[in-house]
Structure formats: C-alpha cells, structure tokens
C-alpha cells in the first residue's frame, strides 16, 4: 500500500482523545469479589492495590496505634511461616508487600513481577487470612512504632499537627495521630490485634484494583483466593460526623527552636459536593499551586518568610477540612500569621482573577496525566476512586469539570470555603508577638 492510501486522518479532523476510562474492566469473580483491571504488558509487572473501610479511626480507646500496629504485622508471619520465613520468601521472589492504617482506612500494596505473581498472591493470601501475631514480631514492630512516635515527638512540625488536630476534633477519633500515641500502643495485645482484624478486614467494605500483565480471568481466581475467605460482614464502630473546632483560637506550643512551625486550617468541602472541583481549583489559587499561589507569592516570594507554605483540602470522612502550614523565623511569626490571613480573607471577599483562574485549571488538567505514569499509581487512583464512588467514568470526565469552573464558581465557592476569615491556629516555636487566644 502506497503512502497516498494510508487511513491516517484528514489533516483538519480532530483527534478524539484516548479514553481512560475504556481501559478499565470491572472484573467479578465466581465467589463475587469484584475489582478495577488496567491489562498493561508493556511491563512485566503487576501491581495491586485494596482497601478496607475502617482505619486509624477504629482503634479502640485508649490504644490508638492498634491499627498500624496491624498493618506493621501482618506481614511478620503468617500460616506455616514464621516472620523470618515470610520475609525470606518474599525477598527471594523480590515480591513488595505492604499494608498501612490511614484513618479512615486500612490499605494493602503488592506489587510482582508477572513470573513471580503465583507466589505472590499465595503469600498476600497468607498475610490477610492467617496472620500470626506471634510475640517476637509484635514486641519488635511495637518498639519500632514506639520510636518513630518519640522522634515525632521532638520535631516541631508534629506537635504542631498533633496540637492542631487535637483543637480541631475535640474528644473525636480523628484527634488522634493515625500512625498512634505514645503510652497508647503499649497497651495493645495480641487479642485487641485479632479482634482489629475481624473488625475490619472483611468483604462487605473491600475495594481493589490491579493494573499489569494479568489478564480478567487469571485475576477473578487470584482474587478469591484472596479475599473469599474472608468475613462477609465488617463490624465497625460508627465515627460521628464533626466540622472543624475552634475557628478564631490561637494555640502556642512553647519550644526552644529557632523557628516557628505554623499549622492552620477551617472547615472544607466534602469529595462528594458538587462544588468540590471548583473549591480544587480555589485551593490551587491559594495555596496549592507550588510556585504560583498567593501564599507563595506573598509570603515567600515578596516578603521572603518562609521557604515554603501551602494549603489543600483534606477529604477525611467525617470532616473535610481546608488547611495549610509554614515555617517562620520566630520573630516574623506574627507577619507570616497576618500575611496568611489576609489573604484567605483577600480571596474570599474578592475570589481569584480570571487570570489565576485560567492558570489553575491548565495546570490542573495538564498534570492530571502525572497520576498514570507507572503501575502503582494508575491502580492507587483507581482504588481512591472506588472509595469516593465517582465511577470509572470519572478519568474521562475529570478534566472537563476542572475546564468548566466558571470565575462565578470560582468566587461563589471561595466565599463558601471562607465565610469569615478566622482560622485555627497552632504554633510550636517561641513566636514573637503571638501568644494563645481562645476562640473568638
């Protein structure tokens, strides 16, 4: 065939964007376990990415940790294999195999070469069903735990967010560091591990999904092997509903440090309100853009402050919340404060220009495709979007959402996002002309 015959389209004829979301199967087992799949052969690698409602936030009172604690073990044994034994097997197939409590969640990683994949599920499958809980791991991953939690609690950013979180949800869950408290993991025992795990690792709340050189079927059986055998039901612990505390109040941390780490924050947007794009591109403006937002520019750029600052929206289930943190020279602590305010009031009473709007939503179309470069993040989006129930429909939409922000939505929603000004505060540091303030 000569060139002048080829199908290659008119010169004029648009090009219809790939979709991505026609590359994803919902694949369902013969025992009902269902997943997102992205076949890719190009690597040969798969990469599994699952989730179980009920994170950090299920951990019993008084023993917050539990869950890490059970993240951290599962994989320290399990059926015949002792830890050694486990940990062996996997480094010999070069197997990566990892489960972590967030707090609203508790999420399992695995990631194999295609040839080594056999052995992998079979261990994974060992790690969720059969775990040991055997004394020298647990005692060890305690100790671990336990010393992370002491370093934290001598770095002045994470007694900043601890005292934050602790003003912003009062006698809540969420109060609580995901990762744990210390004097609380001590006190969790074998038993509060099993029970943790029947708690929560069950089908009813299971999300998967697997991208790589697997194919539906090889994947339906992999995935009862898996996870059938599981719990049907999961039996948690309602975690009430709680808008951010404190709105107004100012909490200093004394501490002999040079700087002053700055932790502030109000209320959010839930993922699922319709105005959460819009407040996405209102974030971006403010504070979210790395080198373009306001707080940059103004705290960074013109005044030389900081050397970083920012702000995001926080979807945790039971309180979204909009915040943001810096650090300061302890003498300029109370300008960076009054520059930040400002502009969170600058943006609300004016919402952004339609300059800023535009920059935003280029940038945040144009990186969106950042989020499917390898394996492990195309099935960790797709996992998140299983959690927030967008559908897969949701990779072709997502960008013309973001396009179709209006500056009248842009403004409206900053308005929303900031009805007054006032912000909780927490600062760890010795800042001068700044001292506690309750709440106004």
Known sequence: MNASTTNAPAKN????????????????SPGGISAWLVEDYAVPLVAVEFS???????????????????????????????AEAFHRALDDHAIRLSFSAERDEFYGHLQTLVRHSDKAFELMALALNAPRFDAEPLERVRAQLNAALRRESREPDAMAAQAWRRAAWPDHPYSRASRGELGEIDAVTREDLVA???????RETLKVAVVGAIDAATLARHLDSLFAGLPEKADLTAVPDIEV????????????????NIR???????RRDPDYIPAMVVNHILGGGAFTSR??????EKRGLTYSVYS???TADHSPAFVGSTSTKNERAAETLSVIETEYARLAADGPSADELEKAKKYLTGSYALRFDTSTKIAGHLLQLQRESLGVDYLDRRNAEVEA?????????????????????????RPEGVSSLSAA
């Not at 505390?245 to 002053?260: A, K, T, W």
């Not at 707080?295 to 960074?300: D, G, H």
């Not at 308005?415 to 909780?424: E, P, Q």
């Open 312 to 314: 995001s929206l926080s």
């Open 295 to 300: 707080l940059w520019q103004e705290v960074r």
């Open 13 to 28: 004829t648009p090009v219809k964007a790939a979709s991505r979301a026609e590359r994803v199967q919902q694949v369902v």
């Open 264 to 270: 502030f924050g109000r209320p959010g947007i839930a």
């Open 52 to 82: 179980f409602a009920g994170g950090a936030s299920q951990d019993p009172q008084g023993k917050a940790g539990a869950g890490s604690l059970l993240a951290g073990l599962l994989d320290e044994g399990a059926g015949d294999l002792t």
């Open 196 to 202: 943790l795990r029947r708690k929560i690792i069950a």
């Open 405 to 429: 922000v209006s500056l009248d939505d842009a403004r409206r929603v900053a308005k929303r996002l900031i009805s007054d000004s006032r912000l909780l505060v927490a600062i760890v540091g």
């Open 245 to 260: 505390q404190g709105l107004g109040r100012r909490i200093v941390v004394d501490y002999d440090v040079p700087q002053s």
